[in-house]
């Protein structure tokens, strides 16, 4: 059993990369922000309150959020005693600490975090490519400068966070997809003890 974090900036790959892990690995996926569009598609309540965040390119807050994921996961008991990736959650050092509590009540525990590093240049091309393609709504140019600004102020100190829980997994978000997820296998093979022993 493994849990992994995706992490990254938007448009660094995590959707695309969680595909392959998702196929290799077994394992199931939560993505919050897929959460939030589904509600958003439906239009429940949260779905309106996570629009009016998601629209501007800001955080839905951390409370709001925490109580999102662990509905997901009481709903879902299986999820993590198969194993997940986490995409897009946790976003801050508290949605990770929430993170950490709710594995722990569940017997579990972050195995592994792979953190796919992106130029800036080569995300804002990618989502406005996506954007065109998918017609994604927060994939404009306006609100991928907000999800950055907020990336890097509210996101990018989870690197170190990991980093010093010996969790992280720098890994060159550049080339093809095959070549990523080439170095994300490498990676965790080497250095996850689970998957070493496999
Ligand atoms: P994503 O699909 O992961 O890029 O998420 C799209 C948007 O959903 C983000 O820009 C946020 O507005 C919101 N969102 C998704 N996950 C979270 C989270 N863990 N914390 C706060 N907001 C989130």
């Known amino acids: 059993m493994l849990n992994l974090v995706i992490f990254g900036a938007p448009g660094s790959g995590k959707g695309?990369?969680?595909?392959?892990?998702?196929?290799h690995f077994g394992l199931h996926h939560i993505s919050?922000?897929?959460?939030?569009?589904?509600?958003?598609?439906?239009?429940?309540?949260?779905?309106k309150i996570a629009d009016s965040y998601i629209s501007k390119g800001q955080l839905i807050p951390d409370d709001l959020m925490i109580r999102v994921l662990e509905h997901v996961l009481d709903a879902n008991p299986e999820l993590v005693q198969k194993g997940v990736i986490f995409d897009g959650f946790p976003r801050t050092i508290d949605q990770a600490k929430?993170?950490?509590e709710m594995l722990a009540k569940r017997g579990s525990r972050v195995h592994?975090?792979?953190?796919?590093?992106?130029?800036?240049?080569?995300l804002v091309r990618r989502m406005l490519n996506r954007g065109k393609e998918?017609?994604?709504a927060d994939d404009n140019l306006d609100t991928i400068k907000n999800r950055l600004q907020v990336y890097h102020?509210?996101?990018?100190?989870?690197?170190?966070?990991?980093?010093?829980?010996g969790k992280y997994h720098a890994i060159d978000g550049n080339g093809s997809v095959d070549e990523i997820?080439?170095?994300?296998?490498?990676?965790?093979?080497?250095?996850?003890?689970?998957?070493?022993?496999?």
């Open 16 to 23: 695309t990369q969680s595909e392959r892990l998702i196929s």
């Open 32 to 47: 919050t922000g897929e959460v939030l569009r589904d509600h958003i598609a439906r239009g429940t309540e949260l779905g």
């Open 98 to 100: 929430a993170l950490k």
């Open 112 to 122: 592994a975090v792979v953190g796919l590093e992106v130029e800036e240049d080569e």
């Open 134 to 136: 998918t017609g994604r």
């Open 153 to 165: 102020t509210q996101t990018c100190p989870l690197r170190d966070y990991y980093i010093g829980e």
């Open 181 to 198: 997820f080439g170095r994300i296998h490498d990676s965790l093979h080497q250095r996850v003890p689970e998957l070493a022993e496999a």
